[in-house]
């Protein structure tokens, strides 16, 4: 297949990898800055510095948009005009309007919109998928999500410190939550057999600065996200980066996610079992954080392959996730805003 990226930042660069080592020819890069431009020109990659021409010019039959949220909506649909399949970064649209259009107008020209949900993909999360689905703790009851901070590696620490200054993808009073909490409706959807998330519910608010977490359901298991950590490193030990329990009615599992480091001297492996026994994941060094587990790029590299195969009807692939599976999630989201939000009105 003939693949183009619209957006060539740091993302880019582990998709554009995917690309290749899927076999998938990488046919143009979008991108305004251009600095960036001329890195891709350098690797003999055909840039162009708006989505427009890309489109006509490229020939390409899936487009990846690895662009600010804002703009998911106008692009994918510009995309679905010129004839191409659209792989979404997440989240797949700034509301849940933009979300249902995106989805209707890729069923109206018969194209595959999916979305990037690079969790859905990290070896460590597929390996914890395969224990739950082989009953290793009996039947899910509930889960949990709890983040303790990121900590990067030292040469890309300005880089974070710069994203965390300009609210990452998302604006206005819940940035990073905008931007984050679809990985982990997602992933609780994943665990939990696929309902969508309902009964969603925040601690705390108004503003993201004051959440503590939240709680939803998915199906009959209960899901929870602890905010243990914002941003700080070392408050509560060693422990970094995501981390998720999963308990059932007879046993549990702990498993790290993104950035995820137990922070302990006990075994590093990316998964603890109720018994002791841990599970070791095959996995690539995390390229941003130091962590006991990798996320940049394996799990992105895994995604790319994922949709590509899906979008290439290829059977035996993993299950990708569909722009009506993010739709259902940013549903969610939004229902967790209107949460945190309603604490303004009582405290007022």
């Known amino acids: 297949m003939r693949v ?30 251009s600095a960036r431009r001329e890195t891709w020109a350098g690797r003999q990659v055909p840039t162009f510095a708006d989505h427009h021409g890309l489109l006509a010019e490229c020939g390409a039959d899936v487009v990846f948009v690895l662009t600010p949220t804002e703009s998911h909506a106008g692009i994918t649909l510009d995309a679905l005009a010129a004839g191409c399949h659209v792989i979404v970064e997440k989240p797949i649209a700034s509301s849940v309007g933009e979300a249902r259009t995106m989805v209707a107008a890729g069923e109206s020209a018969g194209k595959h919109v999916l979305v990037e949900e690079s969790y859905l993909f990290m070896p460590s999360h597929l390996a914890a998928f395969d224990l739950v689905d082989a009953g290793t703790i009996g039947e899910l009851r509930s889960i949990t999500h709890t983040f303790y901070g990121w900590l990067p590696h030292e040469h890309r620490a300005a880089r974070v410190a710069l994203a965390n200054s300009t609210g990452w993808r998302g604006d206005g009073d819940y940035p990073w939550m905008r931007d984050h909490l679809v990985h982990l409706f997602a992933l609780s959807r994943r665990f939990a057999g696929g309902g969508p998330p309902v009964d969603v519910r925040c601690f705390g608010g108004p503003g993201e600065a004051s959440v503590a977490g939240a709680a939803w359901s998915c199906g009959s298991v209960d899901a929870v996200w602890i905010r243990a950590s914002r941003g700080e490193e070392g408050v509560f030990g060693g422990r970094r980066g995501l981390q998720t329990q999963l308990v059932g009615e007879h046993g549990y599992v702990d498993v790290l996610g993104e950035g995820g480091a137990w922070g302990d001297d006990r075994s590093t492996d990316a998964i603890r079992v109720y018994d002791g026994t ?61 949460s945190a939000d309603r604490t303004r009105t009582s405290s007022a």
């Open 278 to 338: 841990t599970v070791p994941v095959v996995d690539l060094p995390d390229r941003l954080w130091q962590a006991d587990v990798g996320y940049y790029p394996s799990a992105h590299l895994r995604s790319v392959s994922v949709a590509l195969d899906h979008i290439a009807g290829a059977s035996g692939s993993l299950p990708a996730y569909a722009g009506h599976d993010a739709l259902g999630d940013l549903v969610a989201l939004d229902a967790l805003i209107r």
């Open 4 to 33: 183009a990226l619209i957006g060539g930042g740091w993302i880019a660069e582990s998709i554009a990898q995917g690309i290749v080592e899927h076999g998938s020819e990488l046919v143009g890069v979008c991108d305004r800055d």
